[in-house]
């Protein structure tokens, strides 16, 4: 596949929605009924290899969906489609991409056959006062197919992944996943993919079971403001100290975390899992409701 890479800017591996227009958006997608509110994910999803169940992680992943009902559609924010502006896929279906290189060909034989659902990509790039792109040039990322393969192994549920503007600070992200809430009411499951602390440029390939000390301070710091729902300082993380800068080089794993953040209502229970770090990378997890 040809990327158009003065579209692209990718990771290694705008502006709100209207309110009028939001309404109108979701009272109208098929299956109007009123629907038991999905949860939403944040996932740290490591190496592509952890793809390659079982694992535990793998398995922890397949068994996070079990207590709710299937959706009928996932919309997922992946660190890996990190872009000038917001884009959405709007093909059907969506490719897999492997966007990784020096891993076992089985990893680059691996399909995800999802259908698409260019209706809710259509509906979102129409929506007053935004500037959501509908695109037919990406696909699903390793941050996404790596980890529904094990949620959904049937690939049956229709997947759109957004993208993550890198003109834009934390602040406009987690302000801007506000307004994709009440998709959780219609059905649609929300992951975000990424990891809370994601440095390679210090990973110990030799030693990848014992983790920094300041990538397990940074960790800390962000289950600490997680659960004190400190979502200002979460969303303003550069001023969180010299840990947190060391494990957040560039945002694009880290601004996902934000989007999951963002859909937490006042109540809803935050559960960790996969509380764990490899060298300078975090797997740690989260599910919201």
């Given amino acids: 596949m040809k990327l158009d890479r003065k579209k ?8 709100l929605f209207g309110s009028t227009a939001i309404y109108k958006f979701f009272q109208n997608r098929k299956g109007e009924d009123q629907m038991q509110k999905l949860p939403v994910f944040f996932v740290g999803h490591g190496s592509p290899m952890n793809a390659l169940g079982p694992n535990p992680l793998a398995d922890s992943w397949a068994e996070s969906t079990k207590d709710f009902p299937e959706p009928k559609a996932i919309l997922s924010i992946s660190a890996h489609w990190f872009t000038k502006g917001t884009y959405v896929t709007a093909m059907d279906p969506p490719p897999t991409i492997h966007d990784f290189y020096g891993f076992p060909q089985e990893l680059f034989d691996i399909q995800y056959p999802a259908p698409g659902d260019p209706k809710l990509a259509e509906e979102l790039s129409k929506l007053k006062e935004t500037n959501v792109i509908q695109d037919h040039s990406w696909g699903l990322d390793h941050g996404t197919w790596s980890v529904l393969r094990n949620m959904y192994p049937k690939g049956n549920i229709p997947v759109i992944q957004l993208s993550l503007d890198a003109t834009k600070p934390g602040e406009w992200h987690y302000e801007f996943a506000k307004s994709l ?6 059905g649609v499951l929300i992951l975000g ?3 809370m602390v ?3 440029r210090v990973y110990d390939w030799r030693n990848q079971d014992k983790a920094h000390d300041w990538a ?14 400190d979502w200002k300082s979460l969303s303003n993380y550069q001023n969180l100290g010299a840990a947190v800068q060391l494990a957040i080089p560039t945002p694009e794993h880290y601004f996902p975390m934000l989007y999951a953040l963002a859909l937490a209502e006042k109540d809803e229970e935050i559960r960790f899992y996969n509380d764990i770090i490899q060298s300078s990378v975090s797997l740690t997890s989260m599910k919201i409701g």
């Fill in 198 to 200: 994601h440095n390679l």
């Fill in 181 to 186: 809430s009440k998709l959780r009411e219609q």
């Fill in 216 to 229: 397990i301070e940074a960790n800390e710091i962000f289950k600490d403001l997680i659960q004190k729902r």
């Fill in 193 to 195: 993919s990424g990891d």
């Fill in 8 to 15: 692209f800017l990718l990771g290694t591996a705008g502006v």
